[in-house]
C-alpha cells in the first residue's frame, strides 16, 4: 500500500481499492493529513486518523470528493464513529476505509457510510462477497439507507 | 415473555452461519488466532486454562421451560453434564470444543437462544431486576425496555469495536436488585411529576481495578427518546473513550476524567443531534414488545399462609420467598449454593428438573439472578411445600437465600486464565464453616463476594464482606474488605488490611462476623453496624491494632 508519510503522497491511490460501491470515477487525488487540510488546503481529499475529529471537516464538505478513514488497528473503532458523523452531516463524496481491514468487518464499515474499500492485505473475494451479503435485515438504523427490523415490522402490516 | 417473530429468528440464524465461516476460516488457517479472537469473543467464546468456555445470553435472566431444558441438554451433548450460572444472568459452558461450537449455536437458536455479544469490546447482554414482572414494589415491568435495548444493541455497526465492553442494566424499582449502579449505563424506570413512564440514566459505574458507582446524567428520558439518549452516550464513548490504557478504557474512566458534567454535556450535543437523525425505533415497537410481558392469568382468592408445621419447610420459605405483586404467590428462589458446592452451578438433572417446575409451578418461566440463584417468580404459596419437597430430594433446596452462605464467587484460579487465586474452594469452605457452627442463621443478612483477581467478576468490592485472591510472590493471598452494598444504597468496600493465606481468610470473615454479633444493635445487618461503628473495631480483632 502506497503509504508514505508525505504531503505530496498520501493515503492510498485507486489500485489500493479492493471494494467499491459507487458509480462514478474513482477519486484519485493525493490525500493531506486533517490538520494540513484545515490550515491550507484547496485539497479535495484527506485522511481522518483514529484520533482526529471528523466533525472539524463538516464546514468543507461541499469541496472534498474523497475521505479516507484509516484503521491501523481493526480493533480501534473510532472510525465508525467517524463515518456516520461526517454521512449524518450530509457527505456524499467516496468514504474509504482503509488499514487493518478483515472480512468480519465489512458489513458493519459498510452500514457506517463506508462506500470503498483499501485493506492493507487482500481480502478473498468470494469470503467478502458473503459478508457483504450476509445480512438480510438490521435491528437498528445506522448510515446506509436499510430499513430496520423494528421499522419493519410497523410498515409492513399483515408480517407475522 | 417474548417471543422471536420470522425476524429474531432469522437473525440468531444467520449469526450461527457467520459463525460457523468463521470457525471454518480459523480452522482452515486463513484466519490467525490473533485475528480470531475478538470474531470469537463477541460470540462468548473465551480460550481458558484447560479449553473453551463458552458463554450463553440469558436475555434479562428470563428463561421458558423448553429453553432451560435446552441448557440441560446442552450441558450433557458438549460439556461435563453441568453448566455455570453468572453474575450477569448469563450461563456458562467450561469444556467446550472449537469445532462443535457452532453446532452448538445452532442446538441454541431452535429455542431463541444465541451467545451473541456474550464477551468482547460491544454491548454485553442486556440484565435486569429478577423479580421483574412479579414483584410487589416495582413500578412496571422493565423487561420490555431491556428488550427494546437488546435489539438495538445487537451487531450494533458503530458500536462493536468500543475502547472496552460495555454493560446495561434496566430496573424499574426503587429497591435495586441488578447492581444497576455498578453497571456502564444503569437505566432505571420512573414516572415523572406528570405521570409519564420514562428512564433515568446513570452512566459510568463500574467494578474491575478502579470500582465507581454510576452519578445519574439524566432525571428523565421520554420513552420515544429511549434509544436515541442510549446512542448519544455510546457515541462519545466511542469517540472519546481511552484506548491507550485497556485498564482505563472503560466508560467509568472517561466519566471521571472528564468529569460527569462534561460527559454529560457532551451526551445531551450529541442526543440533540441525533434527534434529527431517524435513530429511534417507533413507539409501537414498544408497544408490540409490551404485551409478550404481560402479566400470566393469576388465580384470585388463593391462601395466602403456609402450613408452619415442618420446621424445614418452614424455614425455606421464610428464608428463600420474595413479596408478590399478585395475593396468594410469591417468588420462590431455587439455591445454587448448597453448602461445600459450588456458587452458581448446576447440574443436566438439577436444570431439567428446574425446568418442570417451572412448567408447573411457575407459569413456564424462571429467571437468573446476579447472584447466581433461580428464581421461579411466580408460584402459589400454596404450592410451595410440594415445590420444596422437590426441590429438596434433588439437594435444591437449601434454605440460605441472602445468608453468609449465599456466596458470589468467581470461577477462579480453578477455570480462569486470569486468575491470581482460588474463589471456588475458598467459598466452598466458608459455606461449610459457617454452617457447621450453625452462625449462618444468627448472622442474617449477609452478602459475601469473592473474586479471584482484581477484575473482580466476583463483586468483591460490592460485598457486605468481600474476599480479593492475590497473588503475593507465587502463593494465593487473600485480602479482606468490608461495607460494599450493590443495592440502591450502593457502597464500595473498603480493605481492613494486609492479606491473609487460605486458612486465615476463614478465620478472619469469622473473626468479622463475631465482632458484627457482639456489637450489633436491635435489628442492625452486618453492613448497618459496620457503617455506624466503622472500620476500627474490626481492624483491632483482626490484627491486634
Known amino acids: 500500500m502506497a503509504n508514505d508519510v508525505s504531503e505530496t503522497d498520501f493515503g492510498t491511490s485507486p489500485d489500493d481499492v479492493q471494494f467499491r460501491f459507487r458509480d462514478d470515477e474513482v477519486a484519485?487525488?493525493?490525500?493531506?493529513?486533517?490538520?494540513?487540510?484545515?490550515?491550507?488546503?484547496?485539497?479535495?481529499?484527506?485522511?481522518?486518523?483514529?484520533?482526529?475529529?471528523?466533525?472539524?471537516?463538516l464546514p468543507h464538505l461541499e469541496r472534498l470528493r474523497l475521505i479516507e478513514v484509516n484503521f491501523p488497528s481493526f480493533g480501534d473503532g473510532r472510525g465508525y464513529s467517524s463515518a456516520r458523523v461526517l454521512r449524518e452531516a450530509g457527505y456524499e463524496g467516496e468514504l474509504r476505509a482503509v488499514g487493518d481491514i478483515g472480512i468480519d468487518q465489512l458489513a458493519y464499515l459498510r452500514r457506517c457510510g463506508f462506500d470503498a474499500f483499501a485493506p492493507d492485505s487482500k481480502l478473498d473475494e468470494a469470503d467478502a462477497e458473503t459478508a457483504f451479503a450476509r445480512w438480510e435485515n438490521v435491528y437498528q438504523h445506522a448510515a446506509?439507507?436499510?430499513?430496520?427490523?423494528?421499522?419493519?415490522?410497523?410498515?409492513?402490516?399483515?408480517?407475522? | 415473555m417474548y417471543k422471536y417473530d420470522s425476524y429474531d429468528q432469522a437473525m440468531v440464524e444467520t449469526r450461527v452461519e457467520e459463525f460457523r465461516d468463521q470457525t471454518r476460516r480459523?480452522?482452515?488457517?486463513?484466519?490467525?488466532?490473533?485475528?480470531?479472537?475478538?470474531?470469537?469473543?463477541?460470540?462468548?467464546?473465551?480460550?481458558?486454562?484447560?479449553?473453551?468456555?463458552?458463554r450463553v445470553a440469558i436475555p434479562y435472566g428470563t428463561l421458558n421451560s423448553a429453553q432451560m431444558h435446552a441448557l440441560a441438554d446442552i450441558a450433557e451433548k458438549y460439556d461435563r453434564g453441568y453448566g455455570h450460572f453468572t453474575t450477569r444472568q448469563n450461563?456458562?459452558?467450561?469444556?467446550?470444543?472449537?469445532?462443535e461450537?457452532?453446532?452448538?449455536?445452532?442446538?441454541?437458536?431452535?429455542?431463541?437462544?444465541?451467545?451473541?455479544?456474550?464477551s468482547g469490546n460491544c454491548i454485553r447482554n442486556i440484565s435486569s431486576d429478577h423479580f421483574a414482572g412479579a414483584a410487589a414494589d416495582e413500578l412496571i415491568d422493565p423487561r420490555p425496555y431491556a428488550e427494546l435495548l437488546r435489539q438495538w444493541s445487537s451487531f450494533h455497526p458503530e458500536f462493536s469495536f468500543l475502547p472496552r465492553k460495555f454493560k446495561i442494566a434496566v430496573i424499574a424499582s426503587e429497591t435495586d436488585r441488578a447492581a444497576m449502579k455498578l453497571h456502564d449505563i444503569g437505566i432505571q424506570i420512573v414516572k415523572n411529576d406528570a405521570g409519564e413512564i420514562?428512564?433515568?440514566?446513570?452512566?459510568g459505574g463500574g467494578m474491575g481495578r478502579t470500582p465507581m458507582?454510576?452519578?445519574?446524567?439524566?432525571d428523565f428520558v421520554p420513552l420515544d427518546q429511549l434509544i436515541t439518549y442510549s446512542e448519544a452516550c455510546l457515541r462519545v464513548y466511542n469517540r472519546y473513550g481511552r484506548r491507550d490504557n485497556k485498564y482505563k478504557a472503560r466508560i467509568k474512566i472517561l466519566v471521571h476524567e472528564l468529569g460527569a458534567d462534561e460527559y454529560t454535556r457532551q451526551v445531551e450535543q450529541e442526543f440533540a443531534h441525533l434527534l434529527e437523525q431517524g435513530v429511534e425505533p417507533p413507539l409501537a415497537e414498544l408497544e408490540r414488545i409490551k404485551p409478550y410481558f404481560a402479566d400470566p392469568a393469576f388465580e384470585t382468592g388463593l391462601p395466602t399462609e403456609i402450613d408452619r408445621s415442618d420446621p424445614d419447610f418452614a424455614l425455606w420459605a421464610d428464608q428463600n420467598t420474595h413479596p408478590h405483586k399478585a395475593p396468594g404467590y410469591v417468588s420462590a428462589v431455587i439455591s445454587l449454593k448448597p453448602v461445600g458446592g459450588?456458587?452458581?452451578?448446576?447440574?443436566?438433572?438439577?436444570m431439567h428438573l428446574m425446568a418442570e417446575l417451572s412448567k408447573e409451578y411457575s407459569f413456564d418461566e424462571s429467571r437468573v439472578t446476579h447472584t447466581q440463584n433461580i428464581v421461579l417468580p411466580h408460584v402459589r404459596i400454596a404450592d410451595l411445600h410440594a415445590l420444596w419437597t422437590r426441590l429438596d430430594a434433588a439437594g435444591l433446596g437449601s434454605p440460605n437465600l441472602d445468608t453468609i452462605e449465599d456466596i458470589i464467587a468467581c470461577p477462579g484460579l480453578d477455570y480462569c486464565s486470569l486468575a491470581n487465586a482460588r474463589s471456588i474452594p475458598l467459598a466452598q469452605q466458608i459455606s461449610k464453616r459457617f454452617a457447621e457452627t450453625g452462625k449462618t442463621r444468627e448472622l442474617g443478612e449477609l452478602k459475601l463476594k469473592i473474586s479471584g483477581c482484581i477484575n473482580a467478576c466476583g463483586h468483591h468490592h460490592a460485598g457486605h464482606i468481600g474476599i480479593l485472591g492475590v497473588d503475593k510472590k507465587g502463593v494465593e493471598n487473600y485480602q479482606l474488605l468490608l461495607g460494599g452494598s450493590e443495592a440502591q444504597d450502593t457502597s464500595l468496600a473498603k480493605i481492613t488490611g494486609r492479606g491473609f493465606d487460605e486458612a486465615g481468610i476463614i478465620s478472619a470473615v469469622e473473626t468479622v462476623t463475631d465482632i458484627y454479633l457482639d456489637k450489633r444493635e436491635e435489628g442492625e445487618r452486618f453492613l448497618d453496624t459496620y457503617r455506624r461503628i466503622g472500620m476500627d473495631p474490626f481492624k483491632e480483632a483482626l490484627y491486634g491494632e
Open chain 2, 101 to 118: 461450537a457452532p453446532d452448538l449455536l445452532a442446538d441454541l437458536a431452535k429455542v431463541e437462544m444465541h451467545a451473541i455479544q456474550t
Open chain 2, 26 to 54: 480459523r480452522l482452515e488457517g486463513k484466519l490467525s488466532e490473533e485475528q480470531f479472537r475478538p470474531l470469537r469473543l463477541m460470540n462468548g467464546l473465551y480460550l481458558q486454562l484447560h479449553a473453551y468456555m463458552l
Open chain 1, 28 to 57: 484519485d487525488h493525493a490525500q493531506v493529513t486533517v490538520d494540513s487540510f484545515l490550515e491550507q488546503s484547496n485539497a479535495a481529499a484527506v485522511r481522518i486518523e483514529p484520533g482526529d475529529d471528523a466533525r472539524a471537516l
Open chain 2, 91 to 99: 450461563i456458562q459452558y467450561n469444556w467446550i470444543k472449537l469445532e
Open chain 1, 144 to 160: 446506509d439507507t436499510r430499513q430496520p427490523i423494528p421499522n419493519r415490522r410497523h410498515a409492513n402490516v399483515g408480517h407475522e
Open chain 2, 213 to 218: 458507582i454510576a452519578p445519574p446524567i439524566r
Open chain 2, 198 to 203: 420514562g428512564a433515568r440514566f446513570y452512566v
Open chain 2, 342 to 350: 459450588i456458587p452458581g452451578d448446576a447440574s443436566t438433572e438439577q
